[in-house]
């Protein structure tokens, strides 16, 4: 498989004669030994001549890193920062890039759940079941189609087995507790399997109470600035209406021989958490006590997987994926005992399958052809709508090529096209405060194409030099065009666009890639102009729904009856940045192994007109160095992050200040058998209590991360 461009990533390039099946020859994995002896970094290159940044957390590191949202698991990884909501939603933003440009995937397949729609929703996937993470940006993320444009997540999990357990039975527990906001979360995991059949079952169950800060909750001096206008309470120390409970298990069947597999699976989870208080916000007439807003989340999910090894050299593999999602929660006030009297209840089911094709041909092409089919179904109903039902359906074929020139040089290629059809199942649209209504049109369509071509070069041994380019479209998504009204939990009145036109990203990079036995390292520059970036911006007045009928005025006296206006527009936006990190593990002849690692990452978004000023939203420089030592199976790093103060947060926005944060992480690998380990592990975090603002947040001036916590947990497999 094309190593750039396919979704399962080896450590080492492989020709495309490698690549070829052999039920005779066991696979070169099975020859790597099940725990490395060199102390490793959290995030695993997969190769080191790929054309594309490709993070990988799997193993000892991701049960280790796992946090109670997407976005905290993946937070320390390079270009990647937490989209924070509040303690109880997390969503990964990649090199600025969030909602409906980075999408999240489960096992190749979209995740389906509402968070591209909006920052306040969770990611439907509790990440203690996952057994590999991988982060893609760059020229990589074309296969999976506009929705990537920003990067892709793909969580990778052993639901639909994909191999027979050597002895019949395997399996994994996970127990983890954190003091801060007594977050006890456990799981289990079961596979059986006997001959040509295995089963895989688990089950997960998650419960904390609410998050502790040092400090006070709102940030009054950052809310007066933004709204002028005093907030009429705060809670100190912590954040009120954090505390989230959630569970859910799978269970999914495969028939297994030399030539492929063919399975299916069954998930469902619910989750309920809550949106943290603050103003402006959702009050009824008269009331004095801040609203109190929760979310009542669950999903449903249909999977079926198969992979067909042929007896065609040209054609060695042909995997396809179908599934079904059935994705719905509702918004209600915790103080309101009818739980059936929600605010809002959102519906989404999707339908999607993917059909991949790889192709070779002698020792000097290696590439896939493949097909993307989407249908979604998207309904809203309730007192605070402001996105009404749509459906889309879309349509997309890729195809990428690797060329293997020679030895140390290959040029990769892949171009997409992609027809996508937006239909509103309803004629007109009503704004909160306007008596007129706004029509709608029947459909919107949108084709798409992308192209991307990347050149790698080995320019010394295991040193390679990597240039990519990319041309890729987005369609916008059904809030961006069709939000009308207010959003209480992202605190905003948002209007939508009707007629925006695809995004069009040009994406240049440029990196160097060195690994050698004591030092290695990488860095990346990359630079992108963005046209008709959507985005939502700050109108600069307020809607205040007290009032009967509710109006727009420029100022609002009472902030608990207003909510500022944001409306999505489109232009044109450049972005530049780096990642760089510079690892070094030397032998020094006695037991303790150290390690020293030093990192930094950057992005920096602005408008081409200067009248529009900065991208909102994004992370700020940050930089920082770990220490580490391994001494037989004690392993543990100290980890220091410094991010300076975010001084460009875009117009009518607030900054962020600077912070210096502290971790400390230890583990112990006990090794019973060659089939039975337990990991015990320990982490520190924010040990200095810091009070800590997101940039990347709607909700950094009303809630700030986590104070310090410490967490215990185990993970035994056999």
């Known amino acids: 498989m094309n190593p750039a461009f396919a979704d399962d990533q080896n450590a080492q390039k492989k020709s495309p004669a490698e690549n070829q099946p052999n039920p005779v020859q066991p696979k070169p994995s099975a020859t790597i030994p099940p725990e490395p002896v060199k102390f490793e970094t959290m995030t695993i290159e997969a190769s080191s001549t790929s054309a594309d940044p490709i993070q990988k957390l799997e193993s000892r590191e991701l049960r280790i890193r796992t946090g109670e949202t997407l976005g905290k698991t993946l937070e320390r990884e390079l270009g990647v920062s937490n989209l924070s909501y509040g303690p109880g939603v997390g969503q990964p933003v990649i090199r600025g890039m969030s909602g409906p440009r980075v999408r999240i995937m489960q096992n190749g397949i979209g995740a389906h759940d509402l968070s591209a729609l ?177 979310i009542d989340m669950s999903q449903r999910r249909y999977d079926l997987d198969g992979l067909w090894k042929t007896y065609w050299p040209a054609l060695p593999r042909i995997k396809a994926k179908l599934s079904y999602v059935d994705y719905n929660h509702k918004d209600y006030d915790k103080s309101v005992t009818d739980r059936s009297s929600s605010l809002t209840q959102f519906k989404n089911s999707v339908w999607e399958s993917r059909l991949e094709m790889n192709h070779q041909r002698g020792g000097w092409l290696d590439g896939t052809f493949g097909m993307q089919w989407q249908n979604r179904n998207f309904a809203a109903a309730g007192i605070e709508t402001f996105t009404p039902a749509a459906t889309i359906d879309s349509l997309g074929f890729f195809i990428t090529e690797t060329v293997f020139i020679t030895d140390r040089l290959n040029l990769e290629m892949g171009a997409r096209i992609e027809n996508q059809t937006t239909t509103p199942k309803s004629d007109q649209i009503k704004l909160a405060g306007i008596s007129g209504a706004l029509p709608l049109p029947n459909e919107l369509n949108y084709l798409t194409y992308s192209l991307a071509a990347s050149l790698n070069y080995e320019i010394l041994p295991q040193t390679s030099l990597y240039l990519s380019w990319q041309r890729a479209q987005r369609a916008p998504d059904v809030q961006e ?238």
């Open 481 to 718: 065009l069709f939000a009308a009204g207010p959003h209480f939990a992202t605190r905003s009145y948002e209007i939508g666009r009707l007629n925006l036109s695809a995004e069009q990203t040009n994406h240049y990079e440029l990196g160097l890639r060195y690994t050698g036995r004591h030092v290695s390292f990488h860095t990346n520059g990359y630079y992108k102009s963005i046209q008709d970036f959507i985005y939502l911006e700050n109108q600069g007045f307020f809607f205040n729904f007290a009032p009967d009928p509710p109006r727009f005025q420029l100022t609002c006296a009472n902030l608990r009856n207003c909510l500022p206006v944001f409306g999505y527009q489109a232009n044109t936006a450049n972005f530049a940045g780096y990642e760089a990190e510079i690892t070094a593990h030397p032998r020094l002849g006695i037991p303790v192994q150290p390690r020293l690692t030093l990192f930094s990452d950057y992005v920096r978004g602005w408008f081409q007109n200067d009248a529009f000023g900065d991208v909102p939203r994004l992370p700020p420089l940050r930089f920082g160095g770990e220490i580490g030592v391994q001494w037989t199976q004690w392993r543990s790093g100290l980890r220091y992050t410094h991010a300076l103060e975010q001084n460009r947060p875009g117009i009518l926005e607030t900054e962020t200040p600077s912070y210096h944060r502290l971790d400390l992480d230890l583990s112990y690998d006990w090794k019973m058998s060659d089939h039975r380990k337990i990991l015990f592990f320990a982490k520190l975090s924010n040990m200095t209590n810091m009070t800590i603002r997101n940039s990347t947040s709607f909700l950094r001036n009303f809630a700030p991360e986590p104070g310090f916590s410490a967490q215990v947990g185990m993970s035994a497999t056999f």
């Open 118 to 294: 909006s920052p306040d929703l969770a990611v439907a996937f509790e990440t203690m079941l996952a057994d590999s993470i991988t982060v893609l940006r760059g020229p990589a993320t074309l296969r999976y189609g506009g929705n990537a444009i920003g990067g892709m997540v793909d969580i990778k999990h052993q639901r639909i087995p994909e191999k027979v357990p050597l002895k019949g039975v395997a399996g994994r527990m996970d127990f983890r507790y954190d003091h801060n906001s007594a977050d006890k979360a456990g799981m289990f995991a079961l596979d059986v399997g006997k001959g040509m059949f295995a089963i895989h079952v688990d089950y997960f169950q998650r419960s904390s109470n609410n998050t502790h800060i040092p400090g006070t909750a709102l940030d009054e001096a950052a809310i007066r600035q933004q709204f002028q206008v005093d907030p009429s309470s705060n809670s100190k120390n912590v954040i009120q209406n954090s505390h989230s409970s959630s569970q859910g298990g799978s269970a999914g069947i495969s028939m297994i021989g030399k030539h492929g597999h063919l399975g299916g699976s069954y998930h469902e989870m619910t989750r309920n958490y809550g949106i943290p208080p603050g103003v402006p916000g959702h009050t009824e007439a008269g009331r004095v006590q801040q609203e109190a807003i929760r």
